[in-house]
């Protein structure tokens, strides 16, 4: 199997075999064109990420077709997202994408909110409450 090394930003080196980087090209997005999609969408992007710019979350918002899009952006965030604080909301989303998905199947236009979050609950940030919680705090 012939291999692709390539520098890592956060340091070090990546191996990947060279078939898996030519097959990805199959899957490549042309954003020059609307993309015709219509499944909820979720991005949490991290305006620290030197690996994709957070601009291009919302160029896909502005290029995938679905009304069902939303971006979180994290001040803090890098590429990899791994604070406590952001895999609680990382987990919170999961969580509440899954239950909209659930209800949306069912024939309602949305889930109703959490009752609870999961994982790991910061006692210092407001992203562990639920936004009732949240409204209730401003």
């Given at each position: 199997?012939?291999?692709?090394?390539?520098?890592?930003?956060?340091?070090?080196?990546g191996i990947l075999r060279k078939d898996f980087c030519e097959r990805t090209r199959d899957f490549e997005i042309d954003f020059d064109q609307p993309v015709e999609i219509d499944i909820p969408i979720r991005i949490i992007h991290g305006i620290r990420d030197h690996d994709v710019p957070h601009?291009?979350?919302?160029?896909?918002?502005?290029?995938?077709?679905?009304?069902?899009?939303?971006?979180?952006?994290?001040?803090?965030?890098?590429?990899?997202?791994?604070?406590?604080?952001?895999?609680?909301?990382?987990?919170?989303?999961?969580?509440?994408?899954?239950?909209?998905?659930?209800?949306?199947?069912?024939?309602?236009?949305?889930?109703?909110?959490?009752?609870?979050?999961?994982?790991?609950?910061?006692?210092?940030?407001?992203?562990?409450?639920?936004?009732?919680?949240?409204?209730?705090?401003?």
């Amino acid at each position: 199997e012939e291999q692709v090394k390539i520098k890592m930003k956060y340091g070090g080196w990546g191996i990947l075999r060279k078939d898996f980087c030519e097959r990805t090209r199959d899957f490549e997005i042309d954003f020059d064109q609307p993309v015709e999609i219509d499944i909820p969408i979720r991005i949490i992007h991290g305006i620290r990420d030197h690996d994709v710019p957070h601009e291009f979350s919302l160029m896909a918002m502005e290029r995938f077709t679905t009304k069902d899009f939303e971006v979180i952006y994290r001040k803090m965030g890098d590429h990899r997202l791994m604070s406590p604080t952001d895999i609680n909301l990382i987990s919170y989303e999961v969580d509440r994408l899954l239950k909209h998905i659930e209800a949306q199947d069912a024939g309602a236009r949305a889930a109703p909110p959490l009752e609870k979050t999961i994982n790991y609950q910061p006692t210092h940030h407001p992203a562990h409450l639920q936004p009732s919680q949240q409204l209730a705090k401003l």
